[in-house]
């Protein structure tokens, strides 16, 4: 069987520099995403033209857009990139740029060319579960997105704030403080399992 061997991280997006090339309908849903996961991601965009939608959400966001042709200079001082534009010629383009400079990047819908993917995510207050397939399937990691949104809680976010508090007073070192957790935790996959 193929194994997914991306590894999963969540980054700190309000305190990276983040470009996305193009204003198209891609465009847009890559912001979109971005932006209900990280309200406060400092974005930029670079394209010849933006859909209404994209020029309406980019001002709601303080989103920076640049009515322009994409230019490697556009890089500078980026930590991430996504490259959304129908020319296939600039998306690998922005690729080659962005591997150069080792900056991450995502052409989006063109796996080969893409340092990271954004896949499906469920944010229950301070929970969030991200979903990816590998880049393989953006319809299934959307329908688990789904399947997650309603078998989690939505009280989960109380019972992590709790947990919080209760680790805060529990005696012992680091492997006595994860074994009295695990205890205390357990109950939760056994009840789902009955």
Not at 83 to 97: L, S
Not at 149 to 177: A, H, S
């Amino acid at each position: 069987m193929e194994r997914n061997e991306l590894y999963p991280i969540f980054l700190k997006v309000s305190n990276l520099k983040i470009l996305i090339v193009g204003g198209g309908n891609v465009a847009l849903e890559k912001l979109t995403f971005l932006l209900k996961s990280s309200p406060n991601a400092q974005v930029e965009m670079v394209s010849p033209m933006f859909r209404e939608e994209t020029v309406q959400l980019a001002q709601t966001a303080q989103v920076v857009m640049h009515k322009e042709y994409y230019d490697p200079s556009y890089l500078e001082g980026k930590h991430m990139v996504v490259a959304t534009t129908d020319n296939v010629a600039v998306n690998e383009q922005v690729y080659h740029d962005c591997r150069e400079r080792s900056i991450l990047v995502n052409v989006a819908d063109n796996p080969p060319f893409c340092d990271f993917y954004m896949g499906g995510i469920v944010t229950k207050g301070n929970v969030k579960v991200a979903i990816s397939t590998n880049g393989k399937s953006p319809t299934t990691a959307k329908r688990l997105r789904q399947f997650f949104e309603d078998v989690i809680p939505e009280n989960i976010d109380d019972l992590v704030k709790n947990l919080n508090e209760f680790r805060k007073t529990i005696k012992g070192d680091f492997e006595e403080k994860v074994e009295t957790l695990n205890e205390f935790t357990k109950g939760l996959v056994e009840k789902k399992n009955k």
